[in-house]
């Protein structure tokens, strides 16, 4: 079993706690194991940007450094931690007068050797998808998801290595392996948002209409993301969203892992079905995956 330093990121103990665990679950069904991070803390994300340029460097800076004492390489499953802590990696290695200001800061060298990934590469560069397909055990065929990266996951171009970063299709081809019928539609990477969540409520609440209405348009009868912002400015939003556009939107929202785990037939993945506001039993039951 391959392992790899694993940081967390706080919503994934809680507001994405089904996130954090499923992930877990789902590596290690794959044979991977992710040993997390002691002591890590928040790496700053979405607030710290705004707020001070040298604290959202040092935030994932600290992390950065634990991570070079546990060597090897770093993964990550929350997109904003991905982003900050991949720029922050960035900007220390390119800035030597920065990374020593971070240093002294901090008490420990910020400088990480290894690579930060996100688990959905680590996956998917690791799986034989043939393979997968004969593993699976609850095949995902009467589920028709979008595939919904968010823009923190492949963008900007320069700081992220996903070559097609306005069509990235590694999520289409991890859940077709499942049994899924994926949809092709070209809101992958939109944004949905979600830091704009409390001050301009009116601009997160259209753009997320817009995100179900073109996911109806492709016929998809859920969206699949890897990003908790993502999912909690989705499912909060469309009672919203329905007040504003009279329109009612039912499709729920899953994380990859999520999936992942109940094709596998671990059931583990009930555990999470509760802990989503817009409840995924109807679909899941109509399509003879959950009881």
């Not at 499942?178 to 092709?184: D, R, S, Y």
């Not at 892992?257 to 993945?269: D, H, K, M, Q, S």
Request: proline residues 5%; negative net charge.
């Amino acid at each position: 079993m391959k392992e790899y330093s694993y940081f967390p990121g706080c919503s994934q103990g809680s507001s994405a706690r089904e996130y954090g665990e499923s992930a877990i679950v789902a590596a290690r069904e794959l044979g991977i194991e992710l040993a997390e991070l002691e002591d890590w803390n928040c790496c700053g994300a979405s607030s710290a940007h705004m707020t001070n340029h040298l604290l959202s460097v040092a935030l994932p800076a600290r992390d950065l450094s634990i991570a070079q004492n546990a060597g090897g390489d770093l993964v990550v499953v929350c997109a904003a931690c991905y982003n900050r802590l991949k720029l922050a990696q960035k900007e220390m290695k390119e800035n030597p007068q920065l990374a020593a200001q971070v240093e002294k800061i901090i008490g420990a060298d910020p400088r990480f050797s290894g690579e930060i990934r996100h688990l959905l590469d680590v996956i998917m560069d690791s799986l034989d998808l043939d393979e997968l397909k004969s593993r699976v055990k609850k095949p995902l065929s009467e589920l028709k998801p979008v595939s919904y990266y968010g823009c923190l996951m492949a963008r900007p171009k320069g700081l992220l290595e996903e070559v097609n970063y306005e069509n990235p299709e590694k999520m289409d081809k991890l859940l077709a392996a499942l049994g899924a019928e994926v949809k092709p539609w070209s809101y992958k990477t939109d944004c949905c948002g979600g830091s704009l969540s409390l001050t301009r409520t009116d601009v997160v609440v259209r753009l997320v209409n817009r995100l179900y209405e073109a996911a109806e348009e492709a016929g998809a009868n859920c969206i699949v993301t890897a990003c908790p912002m993502c999912l909690a400015n989705l499912e909060m939003r469309q009672a919203e969203g329905t007040l504003q556009f009279k329109v009612v939107h039912e499709i729920p929202v899953f994380f990859f892992t999520e999936l992942i785990v109940l094709a596998l037939g671990n059931p583990r993945a009930e555990e999470w079905l509760g802990k989503h506001l817009v409840n995924p039993r109807p679909l899941l039951k109509k399509a003879g995956l959950a009881s």
